[in-house]
């Protein structure tokens, strides 16, 4: 039996089915490429920001914060643009901010569950339909018409394995890549921790020099 032919003996339920796989693919592979430690988690990035928080220059490592936009950028710049609030502050402003970057990470994710949980009702639909044709055929014509009654048995079977074979990949994508996403955050918040108590211990030993020598 050819793709073709296999897609037909499914019914009419099968374009519905068609769709859910397509969409499925299409954001599976969007976060594959996008939903990536390595392309979100910019080591080199962290490592110039501390360099000129150190070297005293906290205005620039915020303004190269705010020009390279994306996760991380968006998370050490907010850290840097609240560094005069307390350290509880900061937590929370990090934790805030978290929390609006999964929502970000996870865009999309939301019709990848629900193509997971419709595709085997659609498969579920398909058996539905294709065992009424079967009866519709046996009251007609009775048991005797055993290639219509396959064609009706067929219909049913196809349809309910299309279904369960797009919905469980896609169940098993949707929780990798919302376990990912908040395994980057988590990431991320500690780099956001890091920086705050580089800046906070500057402050600090700031405040401890002599007042004629935190004036030079």
Known sequence: MTLIEFLKAGGIVMIPLIFCSLLALAIII??????????????KKFETVV???????????????????????????AVLENRHL???EIKGVISDVGRQEVSKMEKHLGILGTVAGVSPLLGLLGTVA???????????????????????ISEALITTATGLTIAI????????????????????????????????QKEDKRSLLPADKSME
Not at 136 to 150: H, P
Not at 180 to 196: D, F
């Open 86 to 88: 307390e350290r509880d």
């Open 51 to 77: 360099t000129l928080i150190e070297g005293g220059i906290v205005s620039k490592a915020e303004e190269l914060c705010w020009k390279n936009p994306g996760i991380m950028g968006n998370m050490l710049g």
């Open 169 to 200: 990949p896609t169940l098993v994508m949707y929780n990798i890549f919302v376990d990912r996403s908040e395994k980057i955050v988590l990431e991320l918040e500690k780099y956001s921790l890091k920086v705050m108590q580089i800046v906070k």
């Open 130 to 152: 294709g065992m009424i044709r079967v009866f519709k055929i046996i009251a007609v014509t009775g048991v005797g018409q055993a290639g219509a009654l396959s064609a009706g």
């Open 30 to 43: 969007e976060k594959l490429l996008n939903l990536r430690p390595a392309k979100i988690v910019d080591n």
